[in-house]
């Protein structure tokens, strides 16, 4: 398959450019309410979302995926009931993200085709909404994607395309997938958008560092190339990286960085960096320890200009309300009411927390 961008690697070693984070401080608390900055309310402001689902599987066999323990004879026991109670779960938090107006825009990852997305939209409360929805199949071998949905009377797509990254054959998993789309907000600004899920950490974390860091040069070549034949166009990354804002793949090959006064239009900026310094604070909990998995960066031009399409650092939010929640028995403190637990049953929303971004034409 052809890829949206050359793929360029780099030949010489990169230097870390992001601002380190060698411990995480205690303090404050998770958001946990969706909420608008009192100062943007006269202003149109527009809210994207980006949420892993949590193996989002119709009950089905699909016989050219690996997908047998998501229906109702697997390990997963996955049934129908099941799963339409987990599309009204998300329904639910997509509206409540919304303050009762659901986003303009949600990235989602691990949703297994087309059928689920139709369910969703057209099938539980978001239908009102008139949500539609970018998806390409990919060559994932377990059948799980990324999507975008939207809402056609606040964003317009002008175009999309899956940007495909192989890995090597012995590897378990030997695809993934970046989508890209372009689209129009506010009727007036072009704004580049890239759906991420990289690869997970199973196997070991150092054994699955190099496929990370090849989604990451991937994808960094695509902003390269974007870049060189636009002026300053306005790039919102969003995903399940599967690292933390201060990891190599990101802040050095990525070149994702915190905000400061070096800044440029045309820089990358990682919203999520500065709430590395709250050890309390994440999208994903393993093994009682928080981690900001779940993230958006944007292009420097969002947070530099004083008009048209802007941002800020503090507008990037995790989404922690109570129904998400349950507590933690082993490691205390609360946790992400996931869906399994294993191959138990526990009839939640998903692993990860949802993070949203709001944006604004001033």
């Known amino acids: 398959m052809r890829t949206l961008f050359p793929v360029f690697f780099l030949l010489v070693p990169l230097l870390s450019i992001c601002q380190k984070v060698t411990e995480r401080q205690y303090g404050g608390i998770f958001e946990n309410h969706a909420k608008i900055d009192t100062v943007l309310k006269k202003s149109q402001i527009v809210r994207i979302v980006f949420y892993n689902l949590e193996n989002l599987y119709d009950p089905y066999d699909d016989t050219t995926k690996l997908d047998d323990e998501f229906t109702s004879k697997g390990i997963k026991r996955w049934t129908f009931s099941k799963f339409l109670l987990k599309l009204d779960h998300l329904a639910k938090t997509f509206i409540a993200i919304g303050g009762w107006e659901p986003p303009a825009m949600i990235g989602i990852c691990e949703v297994e085709n087309r059928y689920v997305l139709n369910k969703m939209i057209y099938e539980t409360p978001l239908k009102k909404y008139k949500y539609r929805f970018i998806h390409y199949e ?99 990354i969003m995903g399940d990286f599967n690292d933390e804002p201060d990891q190599p793949a990101i802040c050095e090959v990525l070149k994702a960085e915190t905000y400061s006064a070096q800044t440029t239009p045309a820089s990358l900026v990682n919203l999520m960096l500065p709430k590395m310094n709250n050890v309390n604070e994440g999208t994903h ?14 292009s420097g031009n969002f ?24 507590e933690d028995e082993r490691f205390l403190g609360g946790k992400p009411f996931r869906t399994y637990s294993g191959p138990r049953y526990t009839g939640g929303f998903s692993d990860h927390l949802p993070v949203y971004l709001d944006i604004w034409n001033q």
């Open 285 to 298: 909990k393993f093994q009682g320890k928080w981690a900001i998995l779940d993230q958006f960066m944007v």
């Open 138 to 236: 990919s060559a994932d071998s377990r059948g799980i994607d990324v999507a975008f949905l939207y809402r056609p009377e606040l964003f317009r797509v002008v175009f999309s395309r899956n940007i495909n990254i192989h890995f090597p054959s012995d590897s378990l998993m030997h695809t993934r997938d970046i989508l890209y789309v372009k689209g129009v907000v506010f009727n007036t600004d072009t704004v580049h958008i890239f759906v991420n899920h990289w690869p997970s950490r199973r196997g070991g974390f150092t054994e699955s560092v190099p496929k990370r860091r090849l989604v990451a040069q991937t994808l960094r070549s695509a902003l390269d190339s974007l870049q060189q034949n636009r002026v300053d166009p306005y790039i919102i």
């Open 303 to 326: 947070l530099l200009k004083e008009k048209g399409l802007q941002t800020s650092p503090g507008s990037v939010h995790i989404f922690h309300s109570a129904f998400l929640m349950e």
